[in-house]
């Protein structure tokens, strides 16, 4: 079974840059898609980013242009680079297995405040 850490979150003003990481235990890392999901305040949990073995990528509409999503098989680890953040982008952040329904890390918290 294949576990996550979550790292990188923390208190940014709007405008500003994050990047989160995730680092995989177990094995066979390289051959899962992953993903980026966030949970806001009442909110349910959404689907951020996606990368698949082969590196294609998707994004929901709220962070195309802004959050970048790559991963290194070597260090089994995902990332996401967040850029121009804003309010909206306030959330808990879990990495995952795409269409993952259990599982979920601690995650991070990522607070964007003036």
């Known amino acids: 079974q294949v576990q996550f850490v979550e790292s990188g979150g923390g208190l940014v003003q709007p405008g500003g840059s994050l990047r989160l990481s995730c680092a995989a235990s177990?094995?066979?890392?390289?051959?899962?898609?992953m993903a980026w999901y966030r949970q806001a305040p009442g909110k349910k949990r959404e689907l951020v980013a996606s990368?698949?073995?082969?590196?294609?990528?998707n994004y929901a509409d709220s962070v195309k242009g802004r959050f970048t999503i790559s991963r290194d098989n070597a260090k089994k680890t995902v990332f996401l680079q967040m850029n121009s953040l804003n309010t909206e982008d306030t959330a808990v952040y879990y990495c995952?297995?795409?269409?993952?329904?259990?599982?979920w890390g601690q995650g991070t918290q990522v607070t964007v405040s003036s």
């Open positions: 990368i698949i073995p082969g590196g294609s990528r």
């Open positions: 177990g094995s066979g890392f390289s051959i899962y898609a």
């Open positions: 995952n297995l795409y269409g993952a329904t259990n599982g």
